[in-house]
């Protein structure tokens, strides 16, 4: 991401709060694992959005018109045995170099900085309750101010969160998010094909993931959300992740995964037979499933709201289990009534960026609001049966979900993750090369 990229972002922010105003964010804190190994870190999406800065325990501040500029960081200092162990930190002097601010300090100096940074300022902008430690921090600091008001300092009044103004700038992708968001879903595409390629039955689940992650990483890409690799009767569940099941001869296999690219989340599900051949049942449903995909992308257009694709996946997921025999009744009805759920309890996407389930509003006033270039969405209907005494045996633990992403243009749907096969031909085809 090249730097005038969050250096704009900012702007944008400091123009929209205002001069009465300062916005705090937060980087994440590391989180620890078990005893003292930590999680991988990740950075806050916000944070990162706004400062590119890779580090935990710093704090950005936006404080339009102080005399030490605009922007400030608040990081780690320099700390050379610190570091020896667990590795470089940019310090101040890097943070101002590398990262643009204005002027950073130690993390250490936050309070005494941060009293004097809002005094006389109305608005607070701060994302309440993520971070419990920094609310009652800015608490103390509101009440110094108030306290000082005989001397005729002011103290904020006002408190917003920086979510709803921040969330809609994420929303739209700028052209150097789409590139990074593509080449995620290329790499994420050729992950998936790979699987595909390398599944015989008697191979385990996880050895499928391994595969995916084997090419996510040799990308220099990770896992943008828990894989989930579901044989069988676990491509039933939702949220499968213990991925140690057996693969057998005869099932399918829904493998939902995706690689993160500096920060920018793909969201891919395929599902394929493990013998690489569609039974006669699993190819009827995974044709109903298909279609309802492919009319669902066909929604994704400028100026149509938010539910169109959802309501087209409805429509056809509902004729095609009529059809299937596995709900009986007239189509308005069982749409009306929701009887679809029972076989299809998701809904047909979410929005996709730096968190895998993306922020953004998905209404205005009560309204699903309209598509617009620059939005991307994951499109991914499914149709998921147990067994049950009214569904004929044929059909029972067959769990189909496709999903791709979906990049909102002002012309057609550019469906990134083009690059795995999704009907039945292909895919048969790619398993048998
Ligand atoms: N992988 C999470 C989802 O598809 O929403
Ligand atoms: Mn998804
Ligand atoms: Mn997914």
Redesign the pocket.
């Known amino acids: 991401m090249p730097a005038n990229e969050y250096a704009r972002r900012r702007s944008a922010v400091l123009k929209k709060i205002g001069k009465e105003s300062l916005a705090i964010v937060a980087a994440a804190p590391e989180r620890l694992r078990n005893r003292d190994v930590h999680y991988p870190y990740r950075q806050d999406s916000d944070f990162f959005y706004l400062t590119g800065f890779p580090e935990p325990e710093a704090i950005a501040v936006l404080a339009p018109g102080a005399p030490q500029g605009d922007y400030l960081l608040f990081c780690r200092p320099r700390d050379p045995e610190r570091e020896t162990w667990d590795g470089r930190r940019a310090g101040p002097q890097g943070a101002e170099k590398h990262y643009a601010a204005d002027t950073a300090y130690p993390i250490n100096e936050l309070d005494e900085h941060l009293t004097e940074l809002l005094a006389n300022r109305r608005r607070v902008y701060h994302t309440l309750g993520e971070r419990r430690a920094l609310d009652r921090r800015l608490v103390k600091w509101i009440r110094q101010l108030q306290a000082q008001n005989r001397k005729g300092i002011e103290a904020p009044t006002e408190l917003y969160s920086l979510d709803p103004l921040l969330h809609e700038m994420r929303l739209i992708k700028s052209a150097t998010e789409i590139k990074l968001m593509r080449r995620a879903a290329e790499v994420s595409a050729e992950a998936h094909c790979r699987a595909m390629q390398v599944c015989r039955p008697g191979m385990m689940e996880y050895q499928l993931a391994a595969e995916l992650h084997y090419q996510f990483e040799r990308n220099g890409m990770s896992q943008a959300y828990g894989s989930i690799v579901g044989g069988g009767e676990n491509g039933c569940i939702l949220h499968y992740v213990e991925n140690d099941a057996e693969l057998g001869d005869g099932d399918l296999v829904l493998i ?1 995964a995706g690689a993160e690219n500096a920060g920018y989340a793909a ?1 891919i ?1 395929r599902t394929f037979p493990v013998n690489g051949r569609f039974s006669d049942a699993q190819r009827a449903v995974y044709n109903v499933v298909l279609n309802a995909q492919l009319a669902a992308i066909e929604q994704v257009r400028a100026g149509r709201h938010w539910n169109r694709p959802h309501e087209a996946a409805v429509k056809k997921l509902t004729e095609g289990l009529v059809d299937l025999g596995l709900l009986k009744g007239k189509v308005a009805d069982l749409i009306e009534n929701e009887a679809y759920r029972r076989f299809y309890m998701h809904s047909t ?2 929005w ?1 960026g730096m968190d ?2 993306d922020v953004g509003a998905y209404k205005r006033k009560g309204k699903w609001r309209d598509l617009q270039p620059g939005m991307v969405l ?1 499109v ?1 209907p499914g149709l998921y049966i147990t067994p049950a005494k009214d569904v004929d045996k044929a059909f029972w633990n067959i769990g189909i979900r496709i ?1 791709d992403d979906v990049l909102v243009t002002k012309g057609d749907p550019d469906v990134l993750t083009a690059g795995v096969p999704k009907h039945i031909e292909a895919i048969e085809k790619l398993m048998a090369a």
Do not use: A
Request: aromatic residues 0%; glycine residues 10%.
């Open positions: 939902d969201d599900t996407g979410h996709l895998v389930h994951t991914e999903e």
